[in-house]
């Protein structure tokens, strides 16, 4: 069974950082592109980032490159979002996702919410 | 960015009833390796987005063959033939041909 599992999320201060993981299981991760999406209180669904198998190609949101930045670990099954200089409107549900051959994310995680307030 | 507009984004439907949701680009979702990358995802009260349809027209495993996928270009539709109690939710259409990835503002459909 294909499994995602998102931590790291919580509360944090505005200008702060967090380190969000994803773990996976129930497919070979290095096969797999995988996404990082957001979804903020009440409002619709946002792509944050992409990364390819090894890591070595990475797409993103131009707006939130110079602070988010996606990251895998393909020995630990793992996806992470590193965020820096968090402000409010950062406040939302992460997602992790993987990608499949379509251009498309076909398994999701439950999601982690992280909420930016002081 | 690719702009997807979706309507209508409230949609109250009876029991029983057809549902249909429109999807349109601001630019043609043709990728240049000819496929079209156009998804169609769910996402029930408090729960994660679930894919139901890939590439214009594809339903994914388990999804109940009462949801189609059409369209083409720019214009894409959703059908729900016969609209059940676990339909509630709202559905967002995503492009997944050009960068960045941009998704519909959601539908939102209730039952009467």
């Known amino acids: 069974e294909v499994q995602l599992v998102e931590s790291g999320g919580g509360l944090v201060h505005p200008g702060g950082s967090l380190r969000l993981s994803c773990v996976v299981s129930?497919?070979?991760?290095?096969?797999?592109?995988m996404a990082w999406f957001r979804q903020a209180p009440g409002r619709g669904l946002e792509w944050v980032a992409n990364?390819?198998?090894?890591?070595?190609?990475?797409f993103d949101v131009d707006s939130l490159r110079e602070r988010f930045t996606i990251s895998r670990d393909n020995a630990k099954n793992s996806l992470f979002l590193q965020m820096t200089s968090l402000r409010a409107d950062d406040t939302a549900v992460y997602y992790c996702?993987?990608?499949?051959?379509?251009?498309?994310?076909?398994?999701w995680g439950q999601g982690t919410l992280v909420t930016v307030s002081s | 960015d690719v702009v997807m507009t979706q309507s209508p984004l409230s949609l109250p439907v009876t029991l029983g009833q057809p549902a249909s949701i429109s999807c349109r680009s601001s630019?043609?979702?043709?990728?240049?390796?000819?496929?079209?990358?156009l998804n169609w995802f769910q996402q029930r009260p408090g729960q994660s987005p679930r894919r139901l349809i890939y590439?214009?027209?594809n339903r994914d495993s388990g999804v109940p063959d009462r949801f189609s996928g059409s369209g083409s270009g720019t214009d894409f539709t959703l059908k729900i033939s016969r609209v059940e109690a676990e339909d509630v939710g709202v559905y967002y259409c995503?492009?997944?041909?050009?960068?960045?990835?941009?998704f519909g503002q959601g539908t939102k459909l209730e039952i009467k």
């Open positions: 996702a993987r990608e499949d051959g379509y251009n498309t994310n076909d398994y």
């Open positions: 129930g497919f070979t991760f290095n096969n797999y592109w």
């Open positions: 990364i390819n198998q090894d890591g070595s190609t990475i």
């Open positions: 630019r043609s979702l043709v990728n240049s390796d000819g496929n079209t990358y």
């Open positions: 590439k214009v027209s």
């Open positions: 995503m492009q997944g041909t050009h960068w960045p990835r941009t």
